[in-house]
């Protein structure tokens, strides 16, 4: 038997086989392009894409967790919309004449690297967000679809961290506990795991790749 321990976000205790969530690498290649503005088109096509999907995510979460925490994809959108991110990735394409993919991912890195180095705590759990909102319009850039949880019995979900989107996506029915190997207590999806009344625990220094879906597990919050 195999113990691990880690931070609790939501007491509770779950018994229950494992569901180890593994997102689906996203190979950003740094592509030359010639017609800049026709890479700028693609990008707004895209944000307004990923603003679409952000508001039905908010729609969702307003039922199932409530008006304040519901707000985290109202912040993700007002990221969308900030100047400053939006600058970067107009500067990377034209300067650099390259595809909007990786001009979205080397300004999410950017980003994300600026805010976890922050000293305020609330701050630094912003680099996920960031981190988020890039991977989003990377997958629809790249005309990818969003990763889901697939279970036919409610689960004790494993991952190495897990998205705000991807938690409030989960059909909270089929979830028994979170567990992740990253992630801080002023996440958001450690903030909806509390709200959705979820068992889970964080920063557990856990190996994934020794862990199997369909395995046993009892998780104590």
Do not use: C, W
Request: proline residues 2%; without cysteine.
């Amino acid at each position: 038997m195999q113990i691990y321990k880690g931070k609790s976000v939501f007491g509770g205790i779950a018994i229950g086989k494992i569901s180890v969530y593994k997102k689906d690498e996203q190979l950003v290649k740094r592509v030359k392009i010639e017609d800049a503005d026709a890479e700028m088109e693609r990008y707004t096509d895209a944000r307004n894409i990923a603003a679409a999907q952000l508001q039905k995510l908010y729609d969702k979460a307003l039922k199932e967790v409530g008006e304040a925490n519901a707000a985290i994809f109202e912040v993700h959108q007002m990221m969308l919309d900030d100047d400053d991110y939006l600058d970067s990735i107009h500067n990377i394409i034209r300067t650099e004449s390259v595809n909007a993919e990786y001009a979205v991912a080397t300004t999410g890195d950017n980003f994300s690297s600026m805010f976890a180095q922050m000293d305020d705590d609330y701050m630094k759990a912003r680099a996920a967000d960031v981190k988020d909102i890039s991977d989003r319009l990377v997958r629809v850039l790249s005309g990818h679809g969003d990763g889901e949880l697939e279970a036919s019995e409610p689960v004790i979900v494993v991952a190495e961290d897990l998205a705000p989107s991807e938690t409030v996506q989960m059909d909270k029915s089929k979830v028994l506990a979170f567990v992740t190997r990253k992630g801080s207590s002023n996440s958001h999806t450690a903030i909806l795991a509390r709200m959705m009344n979820i068992p889970a625990l964080i920063g557990v220094p856990m190996d994934l790749n020794g862990l199997k879906t369909g395995m046993t597990a009892v998780v104590d919050g």
